[in-house]
């Protein structure tokens, strides 16, 4: 018999996906029915999140100066909250999580007013606007780089970010060097916003290379639907082995094999590379709201797993010289690697349900304070 049902509220990004699965799956095993509220987005996601249903409720976002706009979103958020309340009184949650992102904005007002424990998680070092908007309606906050003495601090415990099964898998996996005959995985992804500058920067980068360096190469490479042509054919034109495709549904397991990354450092994406340990070159999207995928990258590279290089410094010239001595030089990216994997939070999705439990039974979350530090 269950629990009671958890509903989650997540954006349809993988940022805000991924640790909205990860969660899910330890309440599912913990007896508990999850419910998840998102948008159209999530659709490429949902077919691996363990959800008994999943339901999608209007909301917009406020970013637009037009008086027009303005009413029009508010109008779309009135509409979402109503379809939210409705929800709630049918499913009757015994909790309510937030995890960033326009569509969590109905929900959690709904929940909220309505007296139903309610939490948020912000994934990034950086809140988001929409968590920010909710964080003084809520019980707690976990998060996953946000510290314990900022902003909200008598609420906040700093759990990291949960992984989803997949990359707890993937951390079984160590990391073995490449030596110098070896093939040497790279793994590059962006995210939607972020690959097409990695479309043009890589194959460039790549035909730099000495031609022993290049035939070692095996690359995995996301990229946009658009791109893809321009991306296939250059890897074809230096006769390289290459696995380009839009979207991954085993990215962790990609990441596993890797013995370099190439990558944004959304907060999903840090958190898994440390849970992983996976030496990294990271580049902070320079439009990312907050600048948070900087602050993201800046939390990690203090570890010494990733070197962080800012996208406008990043020339195919200088890819190219740091792709040569990451491939000549394994026992450095062995040391990123250790070094990466000792701040992982791996444990960071059991601490987050034990929250959620004590929310839901209306405790005290000052028991948590400092348990995922």
């Known amino acids: 018999m269950s629990k009671g049902i958890v509903l989650l509220a997540a954006g349809g990004t993988g940022g805000h996906v991924f640790p909205a699965e990860a969660l899910a799956?330890?309440?599912?095993?913990r007896g508990y029915s999850v419910h998840l509220v998102t948008d159209s987005r999530a659709e490429r996601y949902a077919g691996k999140f363990p959800a008994?249903?999943?339901?999608?409720?209007?909301?917009?976002?406020?970013?637009?100066?037009?008086?027009?706009?303005?009413?029009?979103?508010?109008?779309?958020?009135?509409?979402?909250?109503?379809?939210a309340r409705k929800l709630i009184q049918r499913i009757k949650p015994v909790c309510v999580v937030g995890f960033g992102g326009y569509p969590t904005v109905p929900p959690l007002l709904a929940a909220t007013r309505m007296g139903v424990p309610s939490m948020l998680h912000e994934q990034n070092a950086?809140?988001?606007?929409?968590?920010?908007?909710?964080?003084?309606?809520?019980?707690?906050?976990?998060?996953?780089?946000?510290?314990?003495?900022?902003?909200?601090?008598?609420?906040?415990?700093?759990?990291?970010?949960?992984?989803?099964?997949?990359?707890?898998?993937?951390?079984?996996?160590?990391?073995?060097?490449?030596?110098?005959?070896?093939?040497?995985?790279?793994?590059?992804?962006?995210?939607?916003?972020?690959?097409?500058?990695?479309?043009?920067?890589?194959?460039?980068?790549?035909?730099?290379?000495?031609?022993?360096?290049?035939?070692?190469?095996?690359?995995?490479?996301?990229?946009?639907?658009?791109?893809?042509?321009?991306?296939?054919?250059?890897?074809?034109?230096?006769?390289?082995?290459?696995?380009?495709?839009?979207?991954?549904?085993?990215?962790?397991?990609?990441?596993?094999?890797?013995?370099?990354?190439?990558?944004?450092?959304?907060?999903?994406?840090v958190s898994e590379l440390a849970v992983i340990g996976r030496p990294a070159i990271l580049v902070p999207y320079p439009h990312a709201l907050d600048h948070d995928q900087a602050a993201n990258a800046a939390a990690l590279a203090a570890t010494g797993g990733v070197k962080v290089i800012v996208q406008s410094e990043l020339t195919p010239e200088k890819l190219s010289t740091i792709l040569r001595g990451a491939m000549t030089m394994p026992e450095k990216l062995a040391k990123m690697a250790a070094s990466a994997k000792q701040a992982g939070k791996a444990d960071a999705a059991n601490l987050l349900a034990d929250m959620v439990e004590a929310i839901a039974a209306g405790r005290s979350i000052q028991q948590f304070k400092g348990a995922g530090a």
């Open 126 to 269: 950086v809140m988001g606007r929409a968590n920010k908007m909710l964080a003084t309606r809520v019980r707690a906050i976990a998060g996953g780089f946000l510290t314990e003495n900022g902003a909200f601090a008598e609420k906040t415990v700093t759990t990291g970010n949960p992984v989803r099964p997949a990359v707890i898998e993937a951390a079984k996996r160590p990391y073995v060097p490449s030596g110098p005959e070896d093939p040497f995985n790279l793994v590059v992804f962006g995210g939607s916003q972020g690959a097409q500058y990695f479309s043009k920067a890589v194959p460039t980068a790549i035909s730099l290379l000495e031609e022993p360096l290049r035939k070692r190469l095996r690359i995995t490479q996301q990229v946009r639907p658009e791109d893809m042509e321009t991306v296939n054919s250059c890897t074809r034109k230096l006769e390289m082995g290459a696995d380009v495709a839009p979207f991954f549904n085993d990215m962790a397991e990609r990441i596993g094999a890797a013995h370099l990354v190439l990558c944004r450092s959304g907060a999903s994406t």
């Open 25 to 29: 799956y330890k309440l599912k095993e």
């Open 52 to 83: 008994d249903e999943i339901h999608v409720v209007p909301s917009a976002t406020i970013g637009s100066k037009n008086p027009v706009k303005v009413a029009q979103a508010l109008w779309t958020l009135w509409t979402g909250m109503r379809a």
